[in-house]
């Protein structure tokens, strides 16, 4: 039996079948049909399931040292540990694929990462970790299709090291600088914009001898695209990729 009060009623009594109960702050009751929750099972919402599945038992499987890491990430955000660990992984669980996964095995001039569809993914991001195999300093070009002539685009560059911070525009395409013999990461993010020109924004962390500076990078093409199937990384002096440099694509897939 279910009794209540409201402003209307002084009490109520009897079966609620098929029906909802609130009880809001302001001490109102609601009554409303039931709803339930809509549950096609489609596949795509059920590999959704499984992927979340997946993370939670990764999660249970982390060491006390591992989450507490998580944990001291979170508090800048206010979160839980486990939630900023589901944040971190959020990519995989909504269909964040990993698309080509490449480490050079020789010195290389280009690397090429091809079969591709950026108008099925939207757009790409790539996690590149590439050491110069050179004794001088020299950029690296991400050229999408065969655009590969560095007089076809525009570099905005800021960075920022120690107390310095600087800026420029030039024409040529730099997407990420390596300093001599030294690895430098990046994440790249890949798009074409409604015009059909490609954009590419690179982030890098760029380990200098003195000091260690962050560089930012944004590439726009002087050419339009209806799409993108090959992207390839070309090093400004010839084998001038070490071995070991890898990049990573990702994209997204239904």
């Known amino acids: ?37 809509s549950n096609p099972r489609t596949p795509q919402q059920q590999a959704i399931r499984k992927r979340y599945g997946e993370l939670v038992g990764k999660w249970r499987s982390l060491s006390p040292e591992e989450k507490e890491y998580y944990n001291q990430q979170a508090k800048q955000l206010k979160i839980s540990g486990w939630n900023y660990f589901l944040m971190v992984q959020w990519g995989i669980i909504m269909g964040f694929k990993k698309l080509k996964d490449i480490t050079l095995e020789t010195t290389q001039t ?3 990462l091809d079969g591709l569809d950026i108008n099925k993914h939207g757009f790409y991001q790539i996690i590149a970790m590439i050491k110069n195999a050179g004794g001088g300093g020299q950029r690296i070009l991400c050229c999408p299709e065969d655009h590969l002539d560095d007089s076809e685009y525009y570099t905005e560059t ?26 430098t990461m990046a994440v790249i993010l890949i798009m074409l914009d409604p015009d059909g020109y490609p954009h590419i924004v690179s982030y890098t962390g760029r380990d200098r001898a003195s000091n260690t500076q ?19 990384f070309k090093s400004e002096t010839t084998d001038g990729m070490a071995a070991g440099s890898r990049i990573m694509v990702f994209g997204y897939e239904e």
């Not at 800021?158 to 300093?179: F, K, M, V």
Request: charged share 20%; glycine share 6%.
């Open 110 to 112: 280009e690397i090429v």
């Open 158 to 183: 800021a960075w920022w090291g120690g107390s310095s911070y600087n800026y420029s525009r030039d024409n040529n395409n730099q997407t990420l600088y390596l300093e001599p013999l030294r690895p």
């Open 1 to 37: 039996m279910a009794k209540g009060k409201s402003r209307i009623f002084s009490s109520m009594s009897g079966a609620f079948k098929n029906m909802d109960v609130r009880l809001r702050r302001n001490m109102v009751i609601e009554l409303a049909k039931l709803r339930i929750p």
């Open 214 to 232: 962050l560089q930012i990078f944004h590439v726009t093409g002087c050419f339009t695209l209806s799409n993108i199937t090959k992207i390839t």
